[in-house]
């Protein structure tokens, strides 16, 4: 049997600079180094060319027989998106299962699976059930593993803390409501989200319905956004990166996406804005363009009655739909803590109204 991740060491002193892991007798390191961040200036990636792409939700029986078995424990969080389950293991799905995955986490936008032994079964496997869900995309700007780009390692201790380049403490709030790489011309699908250390308390992270916060809207209002395009950009995240001395892989780029999108499985309407990547809409003067974005990213955040907080401990899954939620870390546990946790973020389809 192959040997779990957690026992694989990789050297770290080779990842190119300044990340070095200083265990003390309070502190191990990091559970799995195997993921520890890795950053190569010399790693470039070509244009994103779009593909085509299929939802293997589309394939899946509605009742979900290979997911949602005798033994699958299901606990709703909110009416509108968000909940946990355990008694399966994604690691054991059949393809079948894999498909009715896809269609649920479109329908319930957000699963919590716990107690999961995916962060054990190696980087290669993880990879290809991920692929499952489309083209994984590789991220420009963040720590990736060394050898696998695919993934996208969500890291913060004592030794490297990268949310506070990215989020400043001069702000009051830090919590950024945000879609993944929405700037993509093929924007994330169904994305997987796997813990591996967690503070005891916080870290947690914050999810909305899109899909609720559009069905709110009064239908007069939503005539108004038919036909709105919306600029994606990627230039302030390659930007940030450059100005800390970080990575650029690929070069960024801006992309024109409806203001509402259909998902092609479920044919729910969501809005497709958010604050991290949105920059203006198509048409309007800066003014104009502002009030509006203004007034939807508001509203997506302060919609708390179609939120939830989504809690983690090591082992936790997270499977949830980005084309129809919005979410945004909380970074209110202790700067000496750990919070490690891998992304991988397959690419679904152009987004259309």
């Known amino acids: 049997m192959a040997p779990s991740v957690s026992d694989i060491v990789l050297p770290v002193t080779d990842a190119f600079a300044d990340l070095k892991l200083t265990a003390t007798k309070e502190d191990k390191g990091p559970s799995y180094p195997f993921y520890y961040p890795y950053y190569d200036p010399n790693e470039k990636f070509p244009p994103t060319e779009v593909y085509e792409h299929m939802d293997p939700g589309a394939k899946a029986d509605r009742a979900k027989p290979h997911l949602l078995t005798p033994e699958t424990n299901v606990t709703h969080l909110s009416p509108f998106l968000g909940t946990e389950i355990s008694g399966v293991q994604i690691s054991q799905l059949s393809e079948e299962g894999l498909n009715e995955l896809a269609l649920y986490a479109a329908e319930r936008k957000v699963l919590i699976f716990r107690n999961q032994d995916f962060k054990d079964i190696g980087p290669d496997r993880q990879i290809e059930i991920a692929k499952h869900f ?67 308390v916080g870290g947690d992270t914050l999810f909305a319905s899109q899909v609720e916060a559009y069905n709110r809207l009064s239908p007069e209002f939503k005539k108004r956004l038919e036909g709105l395009r919306a600029v994606h950009s990627a230039f302030e995240q390659a930007e940030s990166s450059r100005r800390r001395g970080g990575v650029v892989r690929r070069e960024p ?13 479920t044919g729910e309407k969501a809005l497709y804005v958010n604050q991290g990547f949105t920059r203006r809409i198509v048409g309007f003067k800066t003014e104009e363009s502002g009030y509006l974005l203004k007034f939807l990213f508001d509203h997506i955040a302060k919609g708390a009655d179609f939120q939830i907080r989504a809690k983690y401990a090591p082992g936790s899954v997270v499977v949830w739909d980005n084309r129809v939620t919005a979410h945004s870390a909380t970074g209110d546990f202790n700067p000496g803590d750990r919070r490690h946790a891998v992304r991988l973020t397959p690419q679904a389809e152009v987004p259309t109204e």
């Not at 390692?153 to 929405?182: C, F, M």
């Not at 780029?253 to 499985?265: A, G, K, N």
Request: charged content about 30%; proline content about 8%; overall charge neutral.
């Open 134 to 200: 489309g083209r994984i995309q590789r991220h420009p700007t963040s720590g990736n593993v060394k050898g696998y780009p695919e993934f996208h390692v969500v890291y913060r201790g004592a030794e490297h803390d990268r949310l506070k380049e990215v989020i400043p403490d001069e702000r009051i709030n830090r919590t950024q409501w945000h879609s993944d790489v929405s700037y993509e011309k093929q924007p994330a699908g169904t994305t997987f989200f796997f813990i591996l250390d967690q503070p005891e």
């Open 253 to 265: 780029i801006l992309t024109e996406h409806s203001l509402v999108r259909r998902h092609p499985v």
